[in-house]
Each structure stands twice: as C-alpha cells, then as structure tokens.
C-alpha cells in the first residue's frame, strides 16, 4: 500500500484551525468565527561566524520569535465588532486618551502586564481534525498586539472588511493531543 492510499493518514489542513483570543481579566477577546487566517509561530536563530585562514565555521546563537500575523472579519454587530474589541484591548492594555493638559489623568502607559494578563489572555492556535477534535495545539507565551489595521473601505469592491493584527510573544510551545506525553516544549526564552 503506498503512502497516500492509508485511509488512517489524514493530513493538516489549512481551513481547519480555531484561534482562541479569549480576552483577559477585563475584556472579552476576539470571537473565534471571525478569524480568517492566522500564521503559525515562526522563529530565528542566529549565527556568529568564526573565521580562521581561508574558512569560515558558523555557531547557532539565540532564537528569535517573529510575530504571527492574523486576519478577522469586522462585523457592524455591537458584541462581535472587531474594531471596537480591539480598541478596548489597546485601552486595557494601559493606552489612555490624553483629553486634559495635566499629567493627572489621561496620560497612561502601555505595559505588557496590562497587556498580555488584562487585555489578551492566553493565545492558542489550535488544529482541528476531520471529528473538530484538537489534534494539535499552539501556545504563545506573553503575547500582546504590536500593530493594527483597521482595514480599507472602497466603493469599488464587494468584499469584506478585514482588520489585520500582529502580535509579539516571548516564546511558543507546541501540544500533540495523542502522543501521551502531554506538552512539547520548542524552545524557552
């Protein structure tokens, strides 16, 4: 039987993920049907060369995670509107409106306590299977939103409004459901 003909071999599929933005301590999150498309957990490591006569020998360095890249759908429904959540998780996550001259009020700062524990909550990219069971699971540790998209509106477009967003993490970890030993560390920070 060759490769492809097992019918027990079922591949990942692109179209069936959940990410879960559940919000933190004080907001509610990005519902999960709104997202689109997300990017998986992307890293770097660096290299220091050595050179010695006419060769050059490199040595692995740190590791660097790039930011994953998200695109939802806005809705003009007050409770799922995309544009509005995402305001309200830039103010929980310290950012205030300077609407008076003294530093008294209005004059808060963004920390990434506020934002990854008040704002965000745990990011996790899950992949589901053909059943919607989990077959594998993402974490992004400390995760907090570094760039926002409002979208674009045009007259001479049918689409949709996409808000796109990016976001920094500390480091990721990756769970096999299946494998029986539980959580797969990639790399700590």
């Known amino acids: 039987m060759t490769f492809w003909q097992d019918p027990n071999l079922e591949p990942k599929r692109q179209f069936k993920f959940i990410l879960s933005i559940p919000g933190g301590s004080k907001t509610q999150g990005i519902r999960e049907f709104l997202v689109k498309k997300v990017k998986k957990p992307e890293w770097t490591i660096g290299d220091t060369p050595h050179k010695f006569l006419n060769h050059t020998f490199y040595y692995p360095g740190k590791i660097e995670w790039s930011p994953i890249d998200v695109t939802i759908v806005d809705t003009v429904d007050p409770t799922a509107n995309a544009s509005q959540q995402?305001?309200?998780?830039?103010?929980?996550?310290g950012y205030e409106l300077p609407t008076t001259p003294t530093i008294t009020q209005g004059w808060g700062t963004i920390s990434k306590r506020k934002a990854v524990n008040d704002?965000?909550?745990?990011?996790?990219i899950k992949t589901i299977n053909s059943d919607g069971e989990t077959v594998e699971e993402w974490v992004l540790n400390n995760a907090w939103i570094f760039k926002v998209g409002l979208g674009e509106l045009s007259y001479e477009d049918e689409g949709l409004v996409d808000?796109?967003?990016?976001?920094r993490y500390d480091n990721a970890y990756i769970d096999v459901k299946g494998r029986g030993d539980g959580?797969?560390?990639?790399?700590s920070g």
């Open 86 to 93: 995402i305001m309200h998780i830039l103010e929980e996550s």
């Open 119 to 124: 704002a965000l909550g745990q990011v996790k």
């Open 163 to 167: 808000v796109t967003l990016s976001m």
């Open 183 to 187: 959580k797969i560390p990639v790399a």
